[in-house]
């Protein structure tokens, strides 16, 4: 009698595994950034407690967008109402935010403290957006497995995942 039987190494499952898994490595890298960037982004229920965060929301709730007949308003430099008049940490957060504000001011009202959460979920975006670059930089600099290796500790990394809890700029300017 002849019994056909299927070798069984721990290398063969382990090349086969590999495989199977390797094209989907990236899109898990980048899925488990972006859950822990946006998980909890209301831990602090409204009472705002990083000062550059309060601070960047506090002069978007001063811009308005002009109405489109308006051009020479918008831009003259000392009467246009999208002149913050403050520039320490650059005005592309806050022309962002503001145009969340806008858009969604069609079917809600966001005032300062609701206005926190959709800026947070975009330095969320933003320090994801960190974790793909890392993966394309590193795998075209150094090989694919550099890359991984990068942005799974990048998406890991305590301070980013911190740092993206709140809308300030850090995540915008890395």
């Not at 290796?149 to 809890?165: E, K, T």
Request: glycine share 6%.
């Amino acid at each position: 009698m002849l019994i056909l039987t299927v070798p069984f190494h721990p290398s063969l499952w382990y090349s086969t595994s590999r495989r199977i898994l390797a094209p989907f490595l990236p899109i898990i890298i980048v899925m488990i950034a972006l859950g822990l960037r946006l998980y909890g982004l209301d831990w602090d229920q409204g009472h705002l407690y990083h000062p550059d965060e309060r601070a960047i929301l506090m002069k978007v709730s001063d811009l308005q967008f002009p109405p489109i007949n308006n051009l020479s308003t918008l831009l003259d430099v000392k009467e246009s109402p999208l002149n913050p008049h403050w520039f320490p940490y650059g005005s592309l957060p806050l022309y962002l935010l503001e145009t969340i504000q806008t858009v969604a001011g069609n079917w809600t009202n966001l005032d300062l403290f609701e206005l926190r959460l959709p800026g947070r979920a975009l330095a969320a975006l933003a320090d994801t957006g960190t974790v793909v670059v890392l993966l394309c930089l590193g795998a075209t600099l150094y090989g694919r497995n550099v890359g991984l290796l990068a942005a799974g500790l990048l998406a890991v990394a305590v301070f980013h995942v911190q740092i993206s809890h709140f809308f300030t700029v850090d995540p915008f300017m890395t």
